[in-house]
């Protein structure tokens, strides 16, 4: 650090310069001089400034140059390339300003510079402290980008620091944490949909089924207006329908992602989600319906119901009319009609039919015998009451 920047600094810190306000940074800009009308920004005169409105409580009053001098000499520092000089640097603003924004800023300042030279997880200690010590520093957005930053670095498989310049082990699955972050950290934030669909979309790349369904459907409900709102609700149908293993297992996420297909294709019409959406409406309706039909195939055949039966092959028909497995369930319930008794399989010639279920009309329970009642309890003899035993 060269000479006149240290001094700079110490006389922050050792004047007592604490700063309670809204500072900002002032990009330099200038003029392209083939157009006037273009500006491009001007790094080298970038200047820290507290922001015209806000209150800037210095004590002493005086002592507010000093801060943001201090503050420039640091953003300085790292314009040269010197980010262990400009670290220290905001680190001793810092410590100088504790409790106060100056604090703040020089915790976001810090954590850029880390996440600048690998050192993720010193950058994401900074934020976290910055979370817990000061809950209303106008700037969380900016934390919030520091930590959006890492979680991108690291789930396109870039190596964390240790000190700066060792190298360390990539860590994708440490990416989805840090989104997760980034969204508790700001979740008003312009970054916090962003944050919930990359998580999504690197748990369903790594097969994390419930991790990304809960980043998903945090999106969707969070956040309706997303322009990320219909890949939402697409990748959670599907994950819906991958939970269901076919006709022959349950169908409730088989519904769910119907109504999950219905509902992308109803905000989203004239699409081509919504094409896709219609096609896979179809698709799981068959397999939902096909689920009823294989009921009722198996009480007819197996279990020589036929009411059972002719109620699964009606069920089917009810979801899915139009479907294949439909047409099969109206020529089962036809062949039901026509001849009462399924036919007899190998087993049924061996072992002999299973036994029909009785159909009874009476719900009143049958008397098993002339010792008990219409309920099935023991009768017993009515008993004298004595004088005794009333008391």
């Known amino acids: 650090m060269n000479p006149p920047a240290k001094s700079i600094l110490c006389a922050a810190l050792l004047l007592g310069a604490h700063a309670h306000a809204e500072f900002v940074r002032d990009e330099g800009k200038k003029s392209n001089k083939n157009n006037p009308a273009f500006e491009e920004r001007d790094m080298s005169a970038a200047t820290w400034m507290t922001k015209p409105g806000t209150i800037c ?18 953003t ?101 944490a840090i989104w997760k972050k980034a969204v508790r950290l700001a979740p008003n934030g312009p970054l916090a949909d962003e944050c919930l669909i990359r998580s999504a979309r690197l748990s369903l790349k790594d ?58 294709a109803a905000k989203f019409p004239q699409t081509e989600r919504a094409k896709k959406a219609e096609i896979q409406i179809v698709i799981l309706r068959d397999r939902a319906a096909r689920a009823r039909l294989q009921l009722a195939k198996f009480y007819w055949m197996n279990r020589n119901n036929p009411e059972a039966a002719k109620l699964m092959a009606n069920a089917c028909r009810t979801i899915a009319p139009e479907s294949a497995a439909a047409k099969e369930a109206e020529a089962l319930l036809g ?12 087993a049924d010639r061996l072992l002999g039919v299973y036994p029909r279920p009785r159909l009874t009309t009476d719900t009143k329970p049958a008397v098993v015998g002339d010792d008990l009642d219409a309920l099935g309890f023991k009768k017993a003899a009515p008993k004298s009451a004595t004088e005794s035993e009333r008391r």
């Open 207 to 264: 097969d994390h089924g419930a991790q990304a369904t809960e980043a998903l459907e945090m999106l969707i409900s969070d956040y309706p207006t997303s322009k990320h709102t219909a890949e939402a609700i697409q990748s959670l149908a599907g994950l819906r329908a991958k939970d269901s293993m076919g006709p022959d297992w349950d169908q409730a996420s088989t519904l769910e992602a119907i109504d999950h297909w219905r509902s992308l």
């Open 76 to 176: 300085r520092e790292a314009q040269a390339g010197n980010l262990g000089a400009a670290i220290e640097a905001w680190a001793t603003i810092g410590e100088a300003n504790k409790g106060f924004e100056a604090e703040a800023v020089s915790i976001v300042e810090r954590a850029k510079l880390f996440t600048e030279r690998g050192q993720f997880e010193n950058a994401t200690e900074l934020i976290d402290d910055l979370f817990a010590r000061h809950s209303n520093y106008p700037g969380f957005n900016k934390a919030a980008e520091v930590q959006f930053e890492i979680a991108n670095s690291l789930a396109e498989g870039k190596r964390r620091y240790l000190g700066g310049w060792f190298p360390w082990f990539r860590d994708q699955d440490n990416a989805v």
């Open 335 to 346: 062949e039901i009609l026509k001849n009462p008794d399924p036919p007899k399989t190998m």
């Open 57 to 74: 409580d210095v004590i002493p009053a005086s002592r507010e140059d000093v801060v943001l001098a201090a503050m420039n000499a640091a």
